[in-house]
């Protein structure tokens, strides 16, 4: 009898079959094998953290720990076992990646795939089986100090980038974890607001990404989310996680909470989380320890449901830990830094090139003015959040050096003094917003004998930050001030926007003829940067939300729902967020999502759709032919949105059905083809509690932003 219960064990766990290679059925019947020589206090003890990154396995029966690491940035340095300290670790630097919102302003799938291979890759090289990333909330308000992390404001770009990079994470046997699950937007009162969020709004602005990252990703874990929505905390909503997740999109993984995000025993057990996560100890006292195991005693946890969490947990590691030809992994290598710089170099977004300043002719240029804190600044640290101890970080002083320095003289000014830091109090950072006339001074004698300026602005890791949110749309630091001074004297001054989220560019724009924005893009961003400014790269990157002209231009302010009245935000916008929200209401945005320059020329022509009339069931297939009619290699991102005029419901003024990148020549040609489902043009109908595509007319637009739609085609669904 031992000899067969250890062969059962050795067959499960020592990678000699893996779920990649074994039948649904099968693996079940070794899971449950398993389960069944447990004890319960064993079970209990892999449903709750035994540090701050790992839960307990079972050595008896040869279940490793379940190994848990930060994020979306990169792998973040080792820290120690019981706290947050350094564990001075020499083997941990690893590939600072562009955060989430330059990898959305790629518009490119294929470098979300890319950044998830690379988080794995160094995932497995740091034995790590869960990466908590990517993380796309929907960026529902301008302020969220976690838009640098997050993706975009569209449901459907937020999908397709999220697949690829669960896809990448996973194409590694590490288990990509998505988050925060649902209706985490806002960092102010996150861990007490309760957002209240129609069925409709859920189903098609949050859901979407999460459903397809697990459906068509196959993510195995799923953090939940701070907040309450509609007056349950989402660790325990069932709602949420059982007859949605779990029952309706048959989520087979592992969801696990933010950390001290659960607040419960007996609802978190009965409804849906699996793994309670936390930051101290002492461990056996949290609510899936001992009181889990009292609950389960008293009959108000039953035993088949701690055996679905364990089982899900064991689903999990068959997949990763536990799989056959584990990969090895490796960390910081020079693979993963092109992959940095090729996702960096595609997202950066030209916004103004009025006079054709750039791309800088090099050899016109003697003496180049690199002026601003951010020309010198590092982004792979700083406020609240997960941060990587970065093997390098190009900064963009030394990016331009390195790419204009033998034929010009280049020179630095600071300009302005980043006084500002994410743990200090109102209070403590008074006055961070103040100009420093003697660095604006020197910026200005600099700018004034130099050929170009090139003015590095914008934000900082300090100040946006995880656990806080912005007070406003404007420029920290007395930026405007410095901007205004160096512009002056210099007209061939380029204003360079380092940042993760909406600010307000409007007396740049008005002022200022050449505008770039590069995000805070990772360990090669200097380089990209620089590279961009000299013409190697042909900027292709496009915004993935929408910059309004004033803060209260946006639904949550408009409406008067952030931060919410007495705990609750009350999202009244419904599902107009974003540019579906600007268009609708005929608001003109500073900056339109997906809008984005290049230096080359485009044109859209011969739209048409294979049919005029569609059956439910049916696929709309249409092709249009694009020519880069300018005279440099580049990229245009085609976007196909879809509008209703005619419905039931209150619909957006357009929504993003499918969108393209698209490479091409100087004087290149090329018929495109993209296909819609019929289905994909349905509301969510809240009295059937399914989604609808009405019969009628609907209207097809192309273009390259939500506000520049370049044809139209009208279809007839019948």
């Known amino acids: 009898m031992k ?112 950044y998830g291979v690379v988080i794995g890759e160094e995932a497995n090289a740091r034995k790590k089986n869960v990466m908590l990333a990517p993380a796309f909330n929907i960026c529902r308000m301008p302020l969220c100090g976690r838009t640098y992390e997050y993706y975009s404001e569209d449901p459907y770009l937020n999908s397709q980038l999220a697949v690829q990079s669960v896809k990448g994470i996973q194409s590694q046997h590490v288990a990509a974890c998505i988050k925060h699950f649902a209706a985490n937007n806002q960092e102010l009162d996150r861990d007490s607001v309760n957002t209240i969020v129609d069925e409709r709004t859920l189903q098609e602005i949050y859901f979407p990404a999460f459903k397809a990252a697990i459906q068509q990703g196959n993510a195995y874990t799923i953090m939940s989310a701070y907040n309450k929505l509609n007056d349950y905390w989402c660790s325990e909503n069932d709602f949420l996680l059982n007859r949605v997740l779990k029952n309706k999109w048959g989520f087979k993984g592992v969801v696990m909470s933010d950390w001290a995000g659960t607040h419960h025993t007996v609802e978190a057990a009965n409804n849906g989380l699996d793994i309670e996560m936390g930051s101290s100890g002492p461990y056996d006292q949290w609510y899936f320890a001992k009181p889990l195991l009292t609950a389960v005693k008293a009959g108000q946890v039953s035993i088949k449901t701690i055996d679905d969490k364990v089982s ?23 693979e993963h830094a092109k992959t940095a710089y090729d996702i960096a170099s595609e997202s950066v977004v030209l916004l103004k090139n009025e006079n054709h300043l750039l791309p800088l002719k090099a050899s016109a240029i003697k003496s180049i003015a690199v002026i601003g804190n951010n020309a010198v600044r590092t982004f792979a640290l700083g406020g609240y959040g997960a941060g990587v101890k970065a093997k390098h970080e190009v900064t963009a002083l030394e990016g331009i050096r390195s790419r204009f320095g033998n034929t010009a003289s280049i020179s630095f000014a600071q300009g302005y003094r980043a006084n500002y830091l994410a743990s200090k109090t109102d209070e403590q950072n008074r006055g961070y917003d103040k100009p ?70 409007g007396e740049i724009k008005r002022s200022n003829h050449t505008i770039v924005w590069s ?82 020329d485009f044109s859209l022509s011969k739209f048409l759709t294979d049919k005029s009339s569609y059956k439910k069931d049916e696929t709309i297939r249409v092709r249009f032919t694009i020519t880069n009619t300018g005279g440099l290699y580049g990229a245009e991102v085609v976007q196909l949105y879809v509008s209703d005029p005619v419905c039931s419901v209150l619909r957006p003024e357009k929504e993003l059905k499918a969108f393209e990148k698209i490479f091409l020549k100087p004087g290149e040609t090329r018929t495109v083809k993209m296909q819609v489902k019929v289905a994909d043009l349905a509301f969510y109908d809240e009295v059937k509690k399914d989604w609808n595509a009405e019969a009628g007319e609907y209207i097809l637009e192309l273009g390259n932003s939500s506000r520049n739609i370049i044809q139209k085609i009208k279809i007839a669904v019948k």
């Open 519 to 600: 995000w805070f893009n990772g360990s090669e961003a200097g380089n990209a940067l620089a590279d961009v400014l000299k013409g190697l790269i042909n900027p292709s990157g496009k915004l993935p939300f929408t910059f309004p002209v004033s803060l209260h231009d946006s639904p949550a302010f408009s409406l008067n729902t952030y931060p919410g009245k007495g705990a609750t935000a009350d999202y009244k916008e419904g599902v107009l967020v974003g540019y579906r929200w600007y268009d609708t209401k005929n608001i003109a945005p500073q900056f339109p999502f997906g809008y984005g320059l290049s230096y080359t």
């Open 436 to 505: 420093d006339q003697n660095l604006i001074n020197e910026a200005v004698a600099l700018a004034k004998a130099s050929d170009v300026a090139i003015l590095c602005i914008g934000s900082n890791r300090e100040y946006e930050s995880e656990a806080h949110d912005r007070k406003s749309l404007e420029l920290p630091f007395g930026e405007q001030v410095l901007v205004n001074a160096v512009s002056s004297v210099n007209p061939n001054t380029i204003i360079v926007v380092m940042a993760g989220a909406p600010y307000d560019l």
């Open 312 to 334: 899900r947990i064991l689903w999990l590691m068959y997949h990763t830990s536990m799989s056959t030809n584990h990969p090895k992994g490796s960390i910081a290598t020079p």
């Open 3 to 114: 000899y067969t219960i250890a062969c059962v064990i050795l067959l499960f766990f020592s990678g000699k079959v893996s779920a990649q290679h074994k039948s649904e059925k099968s693996l079940k019947a070794s899971i449950s094998s398993i389960i069944r020589k447990m004890t319960l206090e064993e079970k209990i003890g892999m449903l709750h953290g035994n540090a701050l990154f790992s839960s307990a396995g079972v050595p008896r029966l040869g279940i490793p720990e379940l190994t848990c690491d930060d994020g979306p940035l990169g792998v973040r340095e080792e820290i120690k076992r019981f706290d947050w300290a350094s564990a001075n670790w020499t083997t941990d630097s690893a590939t600072f990646l562009p955060t989430g919102s330059a990898i959305a302003a790629t518009w490119n799938p294929v470098m979300a795939n890319k």
